[in-house]
Nanobody, 117 residues
Framework: VQFVESGGGLVQPGGSLRLSCVASGFTFSSYTMSWYRQAPGKAREWVAVVSSASVVTDYPDSVKGRFTISRDNAKNTVYLQMNSLKPEDTALYYC???????????WGQGTQVTVSS
């Protein structure tokens, strides 16, 4: 199993980024997928989840209304559109398949998002 995240970068507060994650090595279309992030000195936390057929999405209050998760099962890819970014969104962002509340597989390298003026 492999996850390749991309799309991160340096952005000013209020800006936007779109992250992508290409997955391989498992039946992508059968699994719920999540985006997670980890800031320096903090535990990894989930920031978005999408069900296998994109029927259900959910977000924690910290990003609700600003982040949008989507997926393309034909491309084995999950996306995270991030708008109105804040300095506290600065973190390394990862994707993973999810079973219940737990990530299923080893992590990829992540993509760094830095929000700073």
């Amino acid at each position: 199993v492999q996850f390749v995240e991309s799309g991160g970068g340096l952005v000013q507060p209020g800006g936007s980024l779109r992250l992508s994650c290409v997955a391989s090595g498992f039946t992508f279309s059968s699994y719920t997928m999540s985006w997670y992030r980890q800031a320096p000195g903090k535990a990894r936390e989930w920031v978005a989840v999408v069900s296998s057929a994109s029927v259900v999405t959910d977000y924690p209050d910290s990003v609700k209304g600003r982040f949008t998760i989507s997926r393309d099962n034909a491309k084995n890819t999950v996306y995270l559109q991030m708008n109105s970014l804040k300095p506290e969104d600065t973190a390394l962002y990862y994707c993973n398949a999810r079973a219940g509340l737990s990530p299923l597989y080893n992590w990829g390298q992540g993509t760094q998002v830095t929000v700073s003026s």
